[in-house]
């Protein structure tokens, strides 16, 4: 999803009240979070940044990945709703209009939308381990969730957080 950025500003600049620095700093540490559970799904496989594939493992590494990835995924998947829940919560007490009102209900589809996404990339990726090319789903599932988050970023948080003073009231 492609949004104006200058209208949005424009909007929001008007609507929105500054985030406290708790809410702030909650939202910061949960994105930091994100990036460690991306950070520890790289270093999950060895081969993470070489060509070869699982074929330099052998079956109880594979087997461990395997393993690792089953346990990622659910955890990551209830971090994620947990984010979204709390980042809603406290933009639902920030937004004070009806523009607001409006970025708010784009932001919470967004949030729906990339729900939907991890889910089926995370089917993609049991598939792919369970056929044996755990860390091309590994490589796949990390650029595509980067991918993303990044566009989900500029296009939702990074305005929030990062506001310039003179835009907040």
């Given at each position: 999803?492609?949004?104006?950025?200058?209208?949005?500003?424009?909007?929001?600049?008007?609507?929105?009240r500054?985030?406290?620095?708790?809410?702030?700093?909650?939202?910061?540490?949960?994105?930091?979070?994100?990036?460690?559970?991306?950070?520890?799904?790289?270093?999950?496989?060895?081969?993470?940044?070489?060509?070869?594939?699982?074929?330099?493992?052998?079956?109880?590494?594979?087997?461990?990945?395997?393993?690792?990835?089953?346990?990622?995924?659910?955890?990551?998947?209830?971090?994620?709703?947990?984010?979204?829940?709390?980042?809603?919560?406290?933009?639902?007490?920030?937004?004070?209009?009806q523009?607001?009102?409006?970025?708010?209900?784009?932001?919470?589809?967004?949030?729906?939308?990339?729900?939907?996404?991890?889910?089926?990339?995370?089917?993609?990726?049991?598939?792919?381990?369970?056929?044996?090319?755990?860390?091309?789903?590994?490589?796949?599932?990390?650029?595509?969730?980067m991918?993303?988050?990044?566009?989900?970023?500029?296009?939702?948080?990074?305005?929030?957080?990062?506001?310039?003073?003179?835009?907040?009231?």
């Amino acid at each position: 999803m492609i949004l104006d950025e200058g209208l949005i500003m424009q909007k929001l600049g008007q609507g929105v009240r500054e985030f406290s620095m708790v809410e702030r700093r909650q939202i910061e540490d949960e994105h930091v979070r994100l990036n460690q559970f991306l950070q520890n799904l790289r270093e999950t496989c060895d081969e993470f940044y070489s060509l070869e594939g699982c074929q330099s493992c052998d079956r109880e590494k594979i087997a461990s990945c395997q393993g690792r990835l089953i346990s990622f995924e659910h955890v990551f998947l209830d971090f994620l709703i947990e984010h979204f829940k709390n980042e809603e919560k406290i933009m639902a007490g920030i937004f004070n209009n009806q523009d607001t009102n409006e970025h708010f209900l784009l932001h919470q589809q967004e949030h729906d939308n990339l729900l939907r996404e991890m889910d089926n990339l995370m089917h993609k990726l049991s598939n792919m381990s369970e056929r044996g090319q755990t860390v091309v789903a590994i490589r796949e599932f990390h650029h595509r969730v980067m991918e993303l988050f990044g566009e989900h970023f500029r296009n939702f948080d990074d305005y929030l957080l990062h506001k310039p003073m003179s835009d907040k009231k």
